[in-house]
Structures are given as C-alpha cells and as structure tokens.
C-alpha cells in the first residue's frame, strides 16, 4: 500500500545520498539545479538517481533556469514566485507534475495563493519559511486538510512528529539531515523518517 504521506529529502547533492534516502523510504529526493546554492546537484545525478529507482524533484530558482536547464526529473519544483501563467507554460512545454513553493512569512493569505497554484496545474504546493515553518503551525493548520499542500523550513527532529500530528501529509527537509552542506546524515534521515511514518494524523 502506498504511504499516506509524501516524505521530500531536499538539497541531494550526491548519489550516495540518493541511494541511502531510497533505501530508508523517502518518497521524492529533491536536486537544486541553481549552482549559487551550497548543496546543489546536477541534471546527470537527477537522471543517475532515476536509473537507481528514485522519485525526483528538480529545483529551480527561477523561470528562467527552467527553460535553460530541463531534466529529466519526475517533479519540477518552482522555488521563486511564480504566476498561473508560468505554471501553465511550463507544464505545456515539459508536462511534468509541478510543485509550487510559497514563501509564508505570517500574512500573507495562503487559502488564494494555493487555490491559485492548483488551479493552474500545480500538483503540490510547498508552504515554506526559511526561519522556520513550525512557529507559523497554528496560523496554517487548517490547510493540512489538503493533502496535497505541505510544509518547509527548518523542520527537524524535534518538530515533525507535532506537524505530522496536525495532519500535514507532505513534508520537506533539507538542512536538518545534513552533517554538512550538501552530505546528508543517514541516523539523522533515518531517525526522522521513522518519525513521520509513524504519527497518524489527529485532525
Ligand atoms: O536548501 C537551500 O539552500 C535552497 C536554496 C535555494 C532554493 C531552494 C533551497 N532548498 C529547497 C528546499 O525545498 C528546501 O529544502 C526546503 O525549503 C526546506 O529547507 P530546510 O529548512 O533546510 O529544511
């Protein structure tokens, strides 16, 4: 039986990683394709860690670098804002399944925003705060309704379980499982795996 919830490694930047995330039961290992950032990968280790049997997400940090730089990835993840026009083009051009990220930085009004981003043909939806997503839990946890709606930023072993509790079902985690940057820590991965699989939401 498939997982009720979609666990996203991010920031793989190796295959060995790759190779350990799929063998501890991560569901989508994310590449950043942006070489400014510390831990990114490459369209060949996207296409290595297909061939190896993994579900992966090309992360890119602008429209442009999407048309500039196609993979062969199974998700393309828009990690810049982004409109239902660029949406809709990109998944015209590569028909790939789309993951949207919103940065959430307390007010912004999320319930349009994610109807907007569905609508256009996005797949997933990414709420993410780079300072971290857990002290906004109680403005967003009506939106863990939606199952294909998750969270992102600085979410760690000590903040999973009570997310998972609240009943999201699609998490994101990069810098946590790392020992570091770019070189991910397999107790750590599989420690948090382990607690997310394990909570069963109570919402
Ligand atoms: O991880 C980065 O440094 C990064 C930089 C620029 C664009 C995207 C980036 N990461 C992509 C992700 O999806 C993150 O892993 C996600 O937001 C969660 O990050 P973390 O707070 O490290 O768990």
Do not use: W
């Amino acid at each position: 039986m498939p997982n009720e919830e979609i666990v996203k490694i991010c920031g793989i930047a190796n295959l060995e990683d790759a190779s350990a995330a799929i063998d501890l039961g991560y569901d989508i290992m994310g590449v950043i394709l942006d070489t400014k950032v510390i831990r990114h990968g490459t369209v060949k280790l996207i296409e290595d860690i297909k061939n190896i049997g993994g579900t992966t997400a090309a992360v890119y940090t602008s429209f442009e670098s999407v048309k500039e730089n196609p993979s062969s990835a199974d998700y393309i993840q828009l990690h810049f804002s982004h409109s239902q026009k660029q949406i809709r083009d990109i998944k015209d051009e590569f028909g790939k399944k789309i993951i949207s990220v919103i940065t959430y930085a307390g007010k912004e009004n999320l319930d349009a925003s994610i109807k907007e981003k569905i609508s256009a043909g996005s797949d997933l939806v990414l709420i993410e705060s780079r300072e971290g997503i857990f002290k906004y839990l109680p403005n967003i946890v009506s939106l863990s309704e939606n199952s294909r709606v998750g969270v992102a930023g600085k979410i760690d072993l000590s903040n999973v379980s009570e997310i998972r509790r609240r009943g999201f079902r699609f998490i994101d985690a990069s810098r946590s499982l790392e020992i570091r940057p770019g070189k991910k820590d397999y107790s750590v991965m599989k420690e948090f795996i382990k607690s997310v699989r394990c909570i069963h939401a109570t919402v």
